[in-house]
């Protein structure tokens, strides 16, 4: 490709509403155009790049077995009705209506369209295992799309779909994505890691992330440097003190803590440490009847350590809590506690269900709200102040140097961006589609399902946030949009440029290198300058003086300096770098 002949539509300052670095330096760049909130133009340049990932998708599913299909983005309301998910969704599945009135789904996934083919299509054992998969538009309106390609409302997505005719078969096709995931990931040449996740809203019983490391990543990785432990911050086991609760070694006391309402400053206050404190929060699950309607309320009570966080998700496990909650309303918790928000806690409390962490179940001695506004207990104790909780459960967020759960060592955590998720769903879709094939004893069976998501679009920004500086994006070969760009100096006054820029350009070519020579005629400041921000790999300069003496110039995208390479030398020392 000349450059002359392609589109390169670079920008000297971001736009305003770019907020991170993969953003601004993709507009910059000029690889996407803002069409509307979370809607992009792929640019040419971007373009090339998203066709690469889908390239090395495509050899590595086929390696895998996997089959290439194509499912409509338009999907018909019906399907996602027979398995609940057209109510459960909730806004970020964007629903419309035909002309005739009917409903459709604009897909932000393709579970139900791919099992109504299996169910037509998959009619006996014999015809399993079968993977299908496709890489489709996706659409989820996100209620504040940001961060450009990150958390768009449409994006570019392959997901693929196993079915098997049992769970054995089917754990050994969830093991076979999973090592083609790992190989997708080596190829696009990402640091990456791959962390048990929660199974959220997909369904299913067994689940793995893949993150792209990167410092300005949303999500927190937790692993074990001495071991093969990784987890999502959601998912990741908080284990319980392995000393016992201490014995009582205080009085209970009302103590006054004016204006101090948080843990860290009643600890401040008080002169204690804030891991002696105990955080209250308050949730309310609903009882509603068939029309909908809700008809009673329970509040509960979590407990955890001032100086943890409340995980949402593992909280959304124990039970009482598993079919939704909310957080309670002041009038909820006045009611209830006799106090507004700020000095709850534990003592006292009628018709509340306690939830205690783990950590917090084996406290002794500590401090907490006394349902009195301005006012503390400390002194507190289980069984001699308060009840024993209703429960005890893992509901916090892991902190780095605690045990991990594997007993190998201790925890660390790293930031990351989801790029990949694989599910194993059971018979989650099969049986409320009722879904089934004719097994070796003549009797119908649900299908075992799992799918296995990547996000490609996402995948731009991602490598992005990994790799770049000052001067802009540094793409892994496999990623870039030219592997290699030529860069004459004075091509238009030179012919000796001319004519060896044409022969290497040619020679690269036919070695089967993505080369881009830039014929443009810019000066050699702002040639520069544009591909160092576009990221591609490797430079080659030719200018007439260093031509005489057989010379030009290479240097790789992360070098700070050129290397003098003779002529005759370039295409080998090209295709080295490259391999390397």
Known sequence: MKASQFLISTLKEAPADAEIVSHKLMMRAGMIKRLGAGIYNYMPMGLRVIRKVETIIREEMARAGSIEMLMPVVQPAELWQETGRFDKMGPELLRVKDRHGRDFVIQPTSEEVVTDVARQELRSYKQLPKNLYHIQ?????????????MRGREFT??????????????????????AAYCRIFDRLGLEYRAVAADTGAIGGDRSHEFQVIAETGEDAIVYCPTSSYAANIELAE?????????????????????????????AALLGLPLTQTVKSLVLATDTKNEAGEITG??????????????????????????????????????????????YLGPIGLK???????????????????????????TGVNWGRDLPEPDLVADIRNVVAGEPSPDGQGVLAIQRGIEVGHVFYLGKKYSES????FLAEDGKPRHFEMGCYGIGVTRLLGAAIEQGHD??????????????VVICPIGMDRSELVREQALKLYAELQAAGVDVLLDDRGERPGAMFADWELIGVP??????????????????????????????????AQVKARLTA
């Open 157 to 178: 997505m392959k997901d693929a779909y196993s079915f098997d005719r049992d769970m054995e078969s089917a754990g050994k096709s969830y093991d076979n994505m999973f």
């Open 297 to 342: 309320s329970q509040v509960w009570l979590l407990l955890v350590r001032g100086d943890h966080d409340l995980n949402e998700v593992k909280a959304g496990k124990v039970e009482g809590l598993k079919g939704g909650f909310r957080f309670a309303t002041v009038a909820e918790i006045e009611a209830h506690f006799g106090c507004k928000p700020g």
């Open 351 to 377: 018709g509340v269900k306690i939830v205690a962490d783990r950590t917090v179940a084996a406290m002794s001695d500590f401090v907490c709200g006394a349902n009195q506004w301005d006012h503390h207990y």
């Open 470 to 483: 000052e001067r802009g994006i540094i793409w892994p070969a496999s990623m870039a949009p030219f592997e």
């Open 433 to 436: 589609m009722n879904a089934t």
């Open 137 to 149: 538009t996706k659409f989820r309106d996100e209620r504040r799309p940001r961060f450009g390609l």
């Open 538 to 571: 490797l430079r080659v300069v030719l200018g007439d003086r260093g031509l005489k003496e057989g010379l030009v110039e290479l240097q790789g995208r992360r070098e700070a300096q050129a290397s003098n390479v003779a002529v005759a030398e370039v295409l």
């Open 238 to 266: 908080a284990l319980a003190p392995a000393a016992p609760r201490g014995t009582a070694a205080q009085t209970l006391t009302l103590t006054p803590t004016p204006g101090k309402s948080t843990c860290a400053d009643v």
